[in-house]
């Protein structure tokens, strides 16, 4: 599942630009801090001309998230789905604010801050709830604090992998109505829901591509995760 969150908390590793800038930066950060998830990733790379070959990564930054309390630098690399991550073993608690700093191969310095938005919890479906879907159940959470949206996102599992539905819901309530479309859940089994508590970086930088990384391409953002499993009749 470490893999799966990965790729839900990028949500996204499409760089969009900000049309806004008629500068194109040398480099492309996209960095989301989730608490949920032990392990926290930083994609970074170059940004390339349409006759350059990517590469999905580069190396040879030094990469920290730091507040007043705490200093993480960044490992490299982490291999996932062949693309090459900058990762750190730690889990951001919710209302924290964070610091970030990025020195690229050619000796710039990037600056972003962002927060982690408040902790939130789901309270239906309970995990391992039997499910028949269709169902009038709605999937009910508790409010985050300082979130500006939530995501919602479903996986099947299989024996060898887990399927991966993104779904392009977004909504500023705590609830959803998912279990009354049979399109969510096409197979019976066991499934995981997951709502993503997001802050407003990251929803800007989803939506109309405008990023919070001085002289950088992409997005400082912040996501409180959690998860409820259920099995779908």
Known sequence: MKKIFLLLLLLISCLKLDNSNP????????ANLVSGN???YIFFDKTYKPYEEHRYGLEGAKIFVYNNNVNYEFNYPKLIDTINYYY???????????????????????????????????????????????SNKL??????????IYKINVYKHLRDST??????YLSSDTFSDLFKYPYFFPDSGLWTITVMAINEPLYYYLNIGKGNIDNAVGVFGGVVLRKVRVYVK
């Not at 500068?23 to 950060?29: A, G």
């Not at 399927?163 to 392009?168: K, M, S, V, W």
Request: no cysteine; hydrophobic share 30%; glycine share 2%.
């Open 23 to 30: 500068i194109v930066p040398n480099y492309n950060i996209i």
């Open 38 to 40: 032990d392990t926290q």
């Open 88 to 134: 750190s073993p730690f889990n951001p608690s919710p209302n924290d604010s964070f610091y970030l700093k990025v020195i690229t191969p050619t000796n710039e310095t990037l600056f972003s801050k962002t927060y982690i938005p408040g902790s939130f919890e789901i309270i239906q479906p309970t995990d391992n709830e039997t499910i028949i879907i269709p």
């Open 139 to 148: 999937i009910i959470w508790t409010r985050s604090s300082n979130a500006y």
């Open 163 to 168: 399927r991966r539905f993104e779904i392009p």
